[in-house]
């Protein structure tokens, strides 16, 4: 299990109103955002015969990111999900080996 916070960077803007001033050098990507996150796991890994030192493994994981900061929608946005966040299943499969 790993658990993963990151604050939002000074640049980062969920939205731009176009009546405001024009902003410089602002993003709206949601990576930028504060957020944290939760990963769960598991992996098998199995010794292959051999000298070498041979290993087959299999990781399953489950990513679930959340928004920290949510601030009040604006009116025109109202009744969208601006704050989605992001789930993801991953499957590894690995083989090492010595020489």
Do not use: C, I, N
């Amino acid at each position: 299990m790993r658990w993963y916070r990151q604050t939002a960077a000074s640049f980062y803007a969920p939205w731009l109103y176009t009546t405001s001033p024009q902003y410089v050098d602002v993003s709206s990507d949601e990576r930028l955002g504060a957020f944290h996150a939760l990963t769960y796991g598991l992996k098998y890994a199995a010794k292959l015969g051999g000298d070498l030192g041979s290993e087959l493994s299999v990781r399953l994981e489950y990513y679930q990111q959340l928004a920290d900061q949510k601030r009040p929608t604006p009116v025109g946005l109202q009744g969208l999900d601006l704050y989605p966040g992001l789930r993801a299943t991953m499957l590894q499969v690995g083989y090492s080996f010595g020489y």
